[in-house]
């Protein structure tokens, strides 16, 4: 089945530092999203990309949509406290979504 | 914004006993809302997609039979857990679209289920 591949798995960074994981997968995805879920809550949209080879901003976060539309980036730019959690990619095709494996970020004051 | 109501947040129940697992948009209209679940540590895997007044479609390897889907309304979708065992503990997700827009998808809050 369709796979997505995300990386890395875990990440330990300092406050301030910024941050990037990416995703890639063998199939092509209409849209791409990034996702970020707290403990015991359901995932929160972050950004949505619809174009290959889109930039999108969201405050601190940047993510770009691959020109192959087989993989996409997220950026974190000057990390806080709060931007602990675990970060899901998702390819949607057909109104379904097919997450990545996710990368749980901790950030050290 | 759009809201995804999912009620209970959390139950413990009894093996062998069933649960049910309620998603609500309160402020638009789903024809079609999707179940996850996701194991501590591990992503969110798609159980099947709720289709109001049809029958629900699921993904492989999930059992219909064990998994009873029921979308009788335009902004409510329920997931039924019969028999439930130990080792259907897991986080229960649903999500659903604006019919009207099309827009993003939203996420209920989630469902923990733990089956002693």
């Known amino acids: 089945g369709q796979q997505l591949n995300q990386s890395p798995q875990s990440m330990f960074i300092q406050e301030g530092e910024d941050v990037s994981m990416n995703c890639t997968s063998s199939?092509?995805?209409?849209?791409w999203l990034w996702y970020k879920q707290d403990p015991g809550e359901g995932p929160v949209l972050l950004i949505a990309l619809y174009k290959a080879g889109e930039l999108t901003s969201n405050g601190r976060l940047t993510a770009q949509f691959g020109i192959t539309r087989k993989d996409s980036f997220l950026n974190i730019s000057a990390s806080i406290p709060s931007d602990v959690g675990i970060y899901f990619c998702a390819g949607q095709k057909g109104g379904k979504l097919i997450f990545g494996q996710g990368t749980e970020l901790s950030v050290k004051p | 914004g759009a809201v995804v109501s999912q009620h209970p947040s959390w139950v413990i129940c009894k093996s062998g006993t069933s649960v049910k697992i309620e998603c609500r948009s309160l402020?638009?209209?789903?024809?079609?809302m999707f179940w996850y679940r996701q194991f501590p540590k591990q992503s969110l895997m798609l159980m099947a997609t709720?289709?109001?007044?049809?029958?629900?479609?699921?993904e492989q390897g999930v059992e219909k039979d064990k998994f009873l889907i029921n979308h009788a309304s335009l902004t409510l979708s329920t997931l039924t857990v019969t028999s439930a065992h130990p080792e259907d503990s897991s986080f229960y997700i649903c999500?659903?679209?604006?019919?009207?827009?099309?827009?993003?998808?939203?996420f209920g809050s989630g469902t923990q289920l733990s089956v002693l």
């Open positions: 402020d638009f209209q789903a024809t079609t």
């Open positions: 999500s659903a679209r604006n019919s009207s827009t099309n827009e993003k998808l939203f």
């Open positions: 709720s289709n109001e007044g049809s029958k629900a479609t699921y």
């Open positions: 199939s092509i995805f209409n849209t």
